[in-house]
């Protein structure tokens, strides 16, 4: 079991973050085996692994072993170019400890990576590069949707509910009292860490069923299932024509295309409609209580809510 202790301020630095570093790392761990292979049969059949004698097929092993730290670096915006540069920038130091650590098989690629970090990092990019353009970046917008939609989610449940309701609602195996979060997992391998910066909580689609932990850097990190993964390989309906006489088209058509919090800009480009229409649109749903509306950074983005989602769902039937 892993514990992470947090004083007062940690609490107040809890974020919530996406990663194009851990996907390629936990969706590569799943493809090596693991429970997750049955929600992602689709995407394993039309994709490729790395080369088993690259650095990064040796470095992710199956489930439940350990994954070195250093391959996962906190991140502070999803995108790949961004957390590439940080993972290369690891320390020397760093790199060979967490191989230490990790018991991976001294093969001469590691070996190397251990000889010269440096170097070896600068392949490790190259080759997560690779992988991602043939296997990750096809998909990614869709990745991306539903995980900006749970970031989306647990920005509200934190705003309105609190950050204890926000933890112990992420996975069973996670518990938070007030003091300490502990993670009952098997697969978590993070020492207990104390009045550090605050957590990073990274939704994934590739994790399930566990959750995994570490504390590599400048903060403790949490990947978490991301909610709606097992949906996430289907064919999105369409508005439906129950759905449009009821609300009317034009509303049952933003409805459908809120699958990740959306700018009123972006829905009127989708959907031809103006944005002053976009704008009427969204104040009446919003008032009906099918969309929430938050403000980020200098924009304002609205998302459906739960009351949407089982309209949605009733109106396909």
């Given at each position: ?7 007062a301020?940690g609490?107040?630095?809890?974020r919530?973050?996406v990663?194009c570093?851990?996907e390629?790392?936990?969706?590569l ?5 693991g429970?997750g292979r049955?929600?992602h049969a ?5 994709t490729?692994?790395p080369p088993?004698?690259?650095?990064l097929?040796q470095?992710?092993?199956?489930a ?11 991140p502070?915006?999803?995108?790949l ?5 940080a993972l290369t920038?690891t320390?020397p ?5 967490h191989?230490d650590l990790s018991?991976i098989p001294r093969t001469p ?14 392949r490790?990019?190259?080759e997560?590069?690779?992988y ?7 998909d990614?917008?869709r ?9 989306f ?5 934190l705003?309105?509910q ?10 069973e195996?996670?518990?938070?009292d ?5 993670v009952?997992?098997n697969?978590?391998?993070a020492p207990?860490?104390?009045?550090g ?5 990274i939704?994934?689609?590739?994790v ?6 570490i504390s590599?850097?400048?903060a403790?990190?949490l990947?978490?299932p991301a ?5 996430l ?6 508005p ?16 459908t295309?809120m699958?990740a919090?959306?700018?009123t800009t972006e829905l ?6 103006s ?6 649109h969204?104040?009446a ?9 938050h403000?980020?950074g200098?924009g304002?983005?609205?998302?459906r809510t739960?009351l949407?989602e089982?309209?949605l ?5």
């Open positions: 079991m892993v514990a992470i202790e947090f004083a301020q609490v107040a630095r809890v919530l973050s990663s570093l851990w390629v790392m936990a969706g761990r799943m493809r090596r085996g429970e049955v929600l689709s995407w394993l059949a039309r490729a692994g088993t004698d690259s650095l097929w470095l992710v092993p199956a439940p072993h350990y994954i070195p730290d250093f391959l996962t670096p906190p502070h915006t999803p995108d170019a961004t957390e590439l540069a920038a320390p130091e760093l790199v060979r400890a191989l018991g690629e590691i070996l190397a990576l251990h000889d010269d970090p440096a170097a070896g990092l600068t490790l990019a190259a997560i590069t690779g991602w353009q043939q296997a990750l970046a096809p990614w917008p990745i991306r949707a539903l995980l900006d939609r749970e970031v989610r647990g920005a509200r449940v705003a309105e609190g950050i204890g309701a926000l933890l112990n609602d992420l996975h195996s996670v518990r938070w007030g003091a300490e979060l502990t009952a997992n697969h978590c391998q207990n860490v104390t009045d910066p605050g957590l990073v909580l939704p994934s689609v590739f399930w069923p566990s959750v995994l932990s590599a850097g400048e403790p990190q990947a978490y909610r709606g993964v097992a949906a390989w289907e064919t999105p309906a369409g439906t024509e129950n759905l449009g006489a009821v609300l009317g088209r034009s509303r049952a058509r933003l409805l295309e699958t919090p959306t700018s009127a480009r989708r959907t031809g409609m944005a002053g229409a976009v704008s009427q969204l104040n749903l919003r008032g009906a209580g099918l969309v929430a509306s403000r980020v200098k304002v983005l609205s998302a739960a949407a089982a309209l769902v009733g109106g396909a039937g």
